[in-house]
């Protein structure tokens, strides 16, 4: 671009495959002018659809803002990927400068009310013009979001909404910092290699990594996930390290100082709730749920309510049995008993999966080697399902040198043409101190025809590094994470659509959990799994007996994760259907979110919210507010679909219906329409109840 220099890496389009972004040149310097020149290009292409004399049409306006942007695009998918895997302080710097100059850039162009005009205009004609179902449907979707987006307002309420919008730009990107930054603060860190008695040898050897890579030899350090629990309670004997390790992550971002989160989060909720009163809705919650499969906020609670009762029984039911096995250990010991805390539920809960199914977690770890896990599981399965295939390209670079880069292939038609080359697949899997928590799929490109574009995802996940030359043994949890995270992939790769605002995941929120579930059932299929899980030093096979046992203690342990997956969706309602006046009065984070869950009787000391609010970063800095409730609604379409393909004779077959249906269509047709044309009707809720125990 003319606005760039010529040794700007963004000045001119990738020559790489798929136009993977050249990241062996790209260094942080390059991106204050490329963004500044995507801004400018992307208010001129606005301006140019705004300016055009002869009536809206789909091709002048429609097609025309579809094409919009693309270079803005580009640099801002790598921007983002580096803010959130990469934040190296300077990455930092950055994103807080631009953060509001982002929404403050995308508001122009939403309160833009001579666009919006245009694209009413072609809305209120579309029954009139030769449009196909895609372009009908994207016609009715752009207007429904520029509508909830603050188009109709008039020019007092654009400045407010666009003042609005940037502040919280700014304080999602804030939250993110502050929580990652108390994070890494809060890693526990043990003096005494005998306070690690069980773990296994490799979870000690990846502790004592981390504490070398912060400085600390001689001792060992202990990361903390992004949700409240701990893989390592499971196995940790020493009660003490436990409760370090639980009241550590308990306490994030809330002990005052610069990384406290209380602050963020409150005026997060006031404004927001001030944004929707302004667009006419009566909460934040309720502005969501109109572009969301449920419909209306009324419809999410009695999901949610409706599962709160059971799923709090069965956790009460499940801690009895803890509670009788702690006091038994105790007794035979000749020690006192003594009432189990939270930091003792996973402790105990393995103890019961060993005793009752057979299953120890730990000595599954062996078998499930990642490397062997990622080619022989998850592309496996893939091959299996919809005969795609993998290539390493270890010539091509990512954006950290730790990440993969792989070529995703369709199957050979033996035509002698060869498969057809669908896009590439990035998988980023070690922790690091600057990258965010948690685990996550985002693009660099995205499929569509009309700009002639292939598909270029990654995923992200945060497996502790073990020490050069060791292998990396996942827990059953990181595989399952895996497999989830890579159906986001699968969804971006194998969407086929026409246009870019459609492609791969850009789906409702509470549908796009969906496929990525699906894909989490594979991780035990019989073929799949005897193809994956073998012991990294013998190669033997996961004997039969551990795997029946892993398929009878599905159901083991469901009342418990139920309930804390419940309290966190509860308190994201809580906050977001509170009224700016009712916002206006909240001044105690913690005091608040103990109401919300005492009122939805999922106040359970010994069951503590998967997220609690200073560290909820899905819906305080990654875009999922109001709508966690997403995964339950999402699951049961997914547990549906799972007993479909559990039913089928022909895996490949049902494979291919489902990514015609479902992953092919992208977010081209109304979600319901799909999983209709899938089961062959409604989604039931039964099996659902069935899976999570809850009948009856």
Excluded: C
Excluded at 600 to 624: E, K, M
């Amino acid at each position: 671009m003319a606005e760039l220099s010529a040794d700007n890496p963004f000045a001119n389009a990738s020559t790489l495959p798929h136009q993977l972004p050249p990241f062996a040149q790209i260094r942080t310097e390059h991106f204050p002018p490329a963004i500044e020149a995507g801004f400018a290009e992307h208010l001129a292409e606005i301006d140019a659809i705004t300016a055009v004399e002869a009536p809206a049409s789909f091709e002048n306006t429609v097609v025309a803002l579809e094409k919009s942007g693309q270079y803005l695009e580009r640099v801002l998918s790598v921007f983002y990927a580096l803010t959130s895997s990469d934040a190296t302080p300077e990455m930092e710097q950055l994103e807080a400068e631009f953060s509001p100059r982002i929404a403050q850039h995308f508001d122009a162009i939403s309160l833009n009310s001579a666009l919006y005009d245009r694209l009413h205009a072609v809305h209120e004609r579309r029954n009139e013009l030769e449009l196909s179902d895609e372009q009908r449907y994207l016609v009715e979707r752009l207007d429904l979001e520029y509508r909830l987006s603050g188009a109709g307002l008039d020019a007092a309420g654009k400045e407010r909404l666009a003042a609005l919008n940037q502040r919280l730009a700014s304080l999602d990107s804030e939250f993110v910092r502050n929580l990652q930054g108390d994070t890494n603060a809060l890693a526990v860190v043990v003096d005494d290699i005998a306070e690690l008695a069980g773990l296994a040898d490799s979870e000690i050897a990846a502790a004592a990594q981390a504490a070398t890579e912060a400085e600390l030899p001689g001792k060992w350090r202990i990361t903390l996930p992004l949700y409240t629990g701990h893989p390592w309670l499971a196995q940790l004997h020493n009660r003490e390290l436990r409760e370090r390790i639980h009241r550590a992550s308990r306490s994030r971002a809330t002990r005052g100082g610069s990384h406290d989160n209380s602050a963020t989060v409150l005026e997060s909720v006031r404004l927001r709730a001030e944004r929707a009163a302004l667009l006419g809705f009566e909460s934040h919650a309720a502005l969501v749920a109109a572009n969301s499969t449920a419909g209306s906020v009324s419809a999410i609670d009695e999901r949610l309510s409706t599962l709160a009762a059971p799923a709090v029984r069965n956790a009460q039911q499940e801690l009895a049995v803890l509670q009788e096995l702690a006091d038994s250990q105790q007794r035979d010991k000749g020690e006192p008993e003594f009432t189990l805390e939270a930091w003792d539920w996973a402790y105990y809960a393995e103890q019961i999966r060993m005793r009752d199914f057979s299953v120890d977690e730990a000595a599954l770890r062996p078998y499930f080697e990642a490397e062997r896990v990622l080619h022989d599981g998850v592309f496996f399965a893939a091959t299996l399902i919809y005969g795609i295939r993998f290539e390493p390209r270890s010539d091509l670079i990512a954006h950290h040198p730790e990440a993969k880069v792989y070529e995703v292939f369709e199957a050979d038609e033996g035509d002698g043409s060869g498969a057809k080359s669908l896009g590439l697949y990035i998988l980023d899997l070690y922790t690091r101190d600057i990258k965010r928590g948690g685990a996550w799929m985002s693009n660099y490109r995205q499929q569509n025809e009309l700009l002639g574009e292939t598909t270029v995802v990654f995923n992200v996940l945060n497996v502790p590094k073990p020490p050069e030359g060791s292998p990396t043994l996942l827990t059953l949890d990181e595989v399952e994470t895996l497999f989830h995270e890579f159906g986001h992939a699968l969804h971006a790769l194998l969407a086929h659509v026409t246009y870019p605002h459609f492609g791969g995941t850009n789906v409702r929120r509470d549908f796009v959990e969906y496929p990525s579930q699906v894909n989490e059932s594979w991780l035990t299929h019989p073929v799949v799994l005897a193809n994956y899980a073998r012991h990294h030093e013998t190669g033997a096979v996961l004997p039969e007996s551990q795997f029946s046992a892993l398929k009878a203690a599905a159901a083991f342990n469901q009342g418990f994760m139920t309930t804390e997956y419940l309290a966190a969706s509860v308190l994201d309602m809580a906050w977001h259907t509170l009224s700016p006046t009712e916002a206006a009065r909240i001044t105690d984070v913690a005091q608040f979110e103990r109401d919300a869950l005492a009122a939805a009787g999922l106040l359970v000391d010994t069951v503590p919210t998967r997220y609690s609010s200073t560290y909820f970063q899905h819906i305080f800095g990654g875009g999922y507010s109001a709508g966690y409730y997403g995964y339950i609604w999402s699951e049961v379409f997914d547990a549906a679909s799972v007993e479909v393909f559990e039913a089928a004779t022909d895996v490949r077959a049902t494979g291919e219906r489902f990514r015609r249906s479902i992953l092919q269509a992208g977010g081209s047709r109304p979600p319901q329409e799909l999983v209709r044309e899938f089961l062959g009707g409604d989604a039931s809720i039964q099996p659902l109840l069935r899976r999570r125990g809850l009948e009856g």
